[in-house]
């Protein structure tokens, strides 16, 4: 519980997308010294993926760092590594990196990425039974327009919206 991507969850298959989030769970699990999911901590941090990704968003990210490194870790190389992590485990499995990609920003070749403030929805839709376009695939396609990851190892940036209207589409469905 916890390492398995939500389209796992959903589907039963493995991809490699679902193994870049299962990285990104150990990498997190690793900077935060704690698993996925802890019950005897205050209801904001039970979570991991979600406490960590709301530090991201208030700029506090290093606050959970694991306290037992100690006071002598390098800040950079912790906050890349939750970076890092927190990418590998979004939500949507086709805004997740190439494990390529993490080991580049990992080694300082490449910035880390800007992502979303909050952590964005989950939007998965299982594949349709039929090889047609339902609607559900066209209201997926405009919330893919309207959010764009810029995977070119020299930018990594995200202009996505958990507001935006194809996004509440898609959480009504």
């Not at 935060?32 to 979570?47: D, I």
């Not at 760092?65 to 890349?80: L, Q, S, T």
Request: aromatic fraction near 10%; charged fraction near 20%.
């Amino acid at each position: 519980m916890g390492y398995l991507a939500p389209e796992c969850v959903v589907t039963g298959k493995a991809s490699k997308e679902s193994d870049v989030y299962s990285f990104g769970i150990v990498a997190l699990e690793i900077a935060y010294g704690r698993k996925p999911f802890v019950t005897k901590v205050p209801e904001s941090q039970m979570v991991m993926v979600e406490w960590v990704w709301d530090l991201y968003g208030m700029g506090r990210l290093l606050e959970a760092a694991d306290p037992k490194v100690g006071p002598d870790f390098d800040e950079r190389e912790m906050e890349r590594l939750m970076i890092v992590g927190l990418w590998c485990a979004h939500p949507d499995h086709n805004f997740r990196l190439k494990i390529r990609q993490a080991i580049h920003v990992l080694n300082f070749e490449a910035p880390p990425p800007i992502l979303p403030q909050k952590q964005p929805a989950l939007s998965f839709f299982p594949p349709p039974l039929n090889t047609t376009t339902t609607s559900s695939d066209t209201s997926k396609n405009q919330y893919y327009s309207s959010n764009t990851y810029n995977t070119d190892s020299s930018k990594f940036t995200s202009s996505s919206t958990a507001s935006s209207p194809s996004m509440s589409l898609l959480h009504t469905m």
